[in-house]
DNA sequence: TTTAGCACTCAATAGAGTAGAGTGCTAACA
DNA sequence: TGTTAGCACTCTACTCTATTGAGTGCTAAA
C-alpha cells in the first residue's frame, strides 16, 4: 500500500469517525491537503475499495471503513495520543475524594472510563477465586442463625447467612472461627483442597454441623467468581452515537447490557495477558452486536491479573483516544488499589 | 358523574391501556356494550372532556385519560385485581432458590417486580440508618491498615478498610472490638450519641486514635444512608412501551435512571407510611419525567418501616395489575426479610 | 499519471393527493 | 327530553411522485 493511499485511508477513517456520514473524494480534497484532485482520489478509492479497506453503503454514496480498514488504521496507521492535562487531572482529582474501599474505586473506574470516552464502560473487579484469605469470623446472630464473614486480601468482604444447628453455642463458634483462621489464612478461595477440609474437619470433629455449612460457603464463593458483578458506567452514552438512532438498535443493545454474565465473558473473552487489546466488529466472536468495537485490557494488583476493564463503542469509535484512556487508567487503577491494600505480602 | 358516565370513562380507560390508541366513540359502542349509540357516546365524552376527565390530542382524534381521569379510575372505577395462581407459584419459587443473604433478596424483588408487570421496577434496601448494630469487628490486615466490620441485624454487613497507626498491635484491636461490641450491640446507627461516644472513649482513652476512625466510619455509615444503592429491574421493558418510540424521551428516561440518588428521593419522596401508594404523571413533583407514573409502597421487618419498593412506568399503567403486585410483593418481602433475619429481638 | 468533464445512480426531501378515523352539529324520533 | 341517524368537516398518516444533491465511474485530454 503506498504512501498515498494511506493517506487516503486515514483521511476516509478520521473522517467517518468525526461526522458519521460517507466520505466522498470531493471531501477529502476539499479537508485534507493532499494535494491531488477529487477524480484521482476516487481512483485511489476505488483501489482502497477492491483491497477490501473500506465500503459503500449503496452506490453513489462516499466510502465508509470496513472491519479491515479499521484493523489497517489501528495497527499502522494510527497515531498515538496522550491524555491531555486535564484530564489526567480529573482522574487524579476523582480518585482522591470518597473512595476509602474497592467497591468504590471499581465504580469511580467505570464512571471515569465512560465520562471520558462517551462511549459505554465495563469494569471487572478484582476476582476472588485467586485471592487470599485474611480473616474468617463466624458472628452470633441468636440461637439458629450465623453470619459467616471472610475478608479477603484484596480488600473485599465476602458475608453470607446460615442456619446453625441450636446446639452449637457462640463460644463453640469461636473456637471455629480460630481453627478456620489458623488453617485458611493465605489461602486462595480456589485452592482450598480435600486435603485441607479433611485435615479441619478432623480438627473439629465435635462441630461437623456448622463446619459443613462454613465450608459449603466458602464453595460458593469461589463459584461466585463466574457469576461476578460487573460494573458498567455511561451505558445511555451510547445512545448519543448516530448509529443508534433507531429504536430496534437501542433494544438489542441494551438487552445485551443487563446479561451481566454475558459481559463478563465478553470482558474476558478477547483480552490478552497483558496491554491494551483492540476488537473490532466481527472479531467479537461471543455476541452478534453488530457495528460495535472493544478496547479491554487487565489490571492488576502486584503483577497479579485480578481483573478487566472495558469499553465498548461503535466501530466507528474514537480508537487513539480510547486506547490511550484505557492503558492510563488500567495504570491508574493497578496503582490506586496497591496503596489501598498496602499490606499484601508476595 | 352518572353511572353511564362512568361506563364511558371507564371504556376509555381501559382501551386506551391495552392500545395506546386514542380511543372514538364508536369503537367504544363497538367493543363495550352500553347499549347506546355512538352518537351518544359522544355527547357523553364531549360532558367528560369538559369537566377535564379525558381529552383530544388533536381535533377530530378520538379521546385520552388526562391525569385527572386516570386518578378518578384508580380512586373510584377501578377493581382490584388479583394476582393468577401461576404468578403467585412463580413468585414462591424464585425466593425459594438462591436467596441466602439480604442484597440477593433484594435483587431477586427486583427482577420478579419488573417481570410481572412489564414496567421498570426499583427496590429501596433496608435503611442501615434505622438497624441495629449486632457485631463491630476490627480485623488486621497489616501494620498500618485494619478492617472494620460491622454486622447489622437487618442481614447486611457494611465494612471499609481505615488507616492505623503503626502502634497498634492485633491485640489492641481485639480489646476495642470488646469494647465496642458491649457499648454498641443492639444500638441503631442513627441512635449513636455524643453521650455513648464519650463513654467508649473513657474506656479507650489509650486507643484514641484507632477509636477516631472506627467512628468516623460508624458516621459515615450514617450518611451513606442518604446515598444508598438502588436496585433496578428491567429497565428496557420500558422500551417496549409505545410511548418510547422516540429516541429523545428514551435518552431522558435513562439519564434519569442513572441518576441513583434522585431515584431514592422519588421512591422515598411520595410514599406515605403504609399501604400502596399511586402517583400520576404531575403528581411526582420531583422530576420532569412527563407521562410517567408511579406505583409504591414501604416493606418493613417486624413493623418497622425499612425500605420501599416502586414501578415506574407510563401513565398508560395497567393500574389494577400493577397495583396487586406491588402489594403482593411487599408482604411477600417482610415476610421473606423476616424469615431470614429471625432472630431479631423486639 | 493526473485531471476535467459528463452521464448516471441513488437516498433524502418535499409536496400533493388520498384514505380513514373521528368529531360536532342538526334535525328527526320515541 | 333524551337518543339517534345523517352529514359536513377536520386532521393525521400514508402513498406516490417529482426534485435535489452528493457522489461515482468512465472517457478523453493534458
Redesign the pocket.
Known amino acids: 500500500m503506498d504512501d498515498?493511499k494511506q493517506k487516503v485511508l486515514l483521511a476516509i477513517v478520521h473522517d467517518y469517525i468525526k461526522t458519521a456520514?460517507?466520505?466522498?473524494?470531493?471531501?477529502i480534497a476539499r479537508k485534507y491537503q493532499l494535494?491531488?484532485?477529487?477524480?484521482?482520489?476516487?481512483?485511489e478509492?476505488?483501489d482502497l475499495?477492491e483491497q477490501g479497506f473500506i465500503e459503500?453503503?449503496?452506490?453513489?454514496?462516499?466510502?465508509i471503513p470496513s472491519e479491515r480498514g479499521y484493523r489497517y488504521y489501528v495497527d499502522f496507521l494510527m497515531r498515538k495520543q496522550e491524555l491531555s492535562k486535564e484530564e489526567e487531572e480529573l482522574i487524579r482529582r476523582e480518585y482522591e475524594v470518597k473512595v476509602r474501599d474497592v467497591g468504590q474505586v471499581i465504580q469511580k473506574t467505570g464512571q471515569l472510563l465512560s465520562q471520558l470516552t462517551h462511549y459505554t464502560a465495563m469494569v471487572l473487579p478484582p476476582r476472588i477465586g485467586i485471592s487470599n484469605i485474611k480473616h474468617i469470623q463466624i458472628v452470633y446472630m441468636h440461637q439458629s442463625q450465623a453470619m459467616v464473614i471472610a475478608v479477603m486480601d484484596n480488600g473485599t468482604v465476602q458475608h453470607r447467612l446460615i442456619e446453625i444447628p441450636e446446639s452449637i453455642t457462640a463460644l463453640d463458634m469461636e473456637t471455629i472461627s480460630k481453627v478456620l483462621n489458623a488453617k485458611l489464612q493465605g489461602q486462595a478461595m480456589k485452592s482450598i483442597k480435600l486435603t485441607l477440609i479433611k485435615d479441619i474437619y478432623y480438627e473439629l470433629a465435635r462441630h461437623r454441623n456448622l463446619l459443613d455449612l462454613v465450608m459449603e460457603l466458602v464453595q460458593e464463593s469461589l463459584t461466585l467468581e463466574f457469576e461476578d458483578k460487573i460494573y458498567l458506567g455511561g451505558v445511555f452514552n451510547m445512545l448519543n452515537q448516530p448509529e443508534f438512532r433507531n429504536v430496534e438498535k437501542i433494544k438489542t443493545m441494551l438487552s445485551i447490557m443487563e446479561q451481566e454474565k454475558l459481559l463478563c465473558d465478553l470482558l474476558e473473552g478477547g483480552a490478552g495477558d497483558e496491554g491494551v487489546t483492540v476488537r473490532i466488529g466481527g472479531e467479537i466472536d461471543q455476541l452478534d452486536i453488530k457495528e460495535c468495537s472493544m478496547i479491554t485490557a487487565p489490571y492488576s494488583i502486584r503483577g497479579r491479573k485480578m481483573g478487566f476493564i472495558g469499553v465498548l463503542g461503535p466501530t466507528r469509535m474514537e480508537y487513539a483516544k480510547v486506547i490511550s484512556v484505557v492503558d492510563y487508567m488500567t495504570k491508574h487503577l493497578s496503582q490506586t488499589l496497591e496503596q489501598m491494600i498496602r499490606g499484601r505480602k508476595k
Open positions: 498515498r456520514e460517507p466520505v466522498g473524494s470531493r471531501t494535494g491531488v484532485s477529487p477524480a484521482t482520489i476516487r481512483n478509492m476505488s475499495e459503500q453503503p449503496y452506490t453513489s454514496a462516499g466510502r
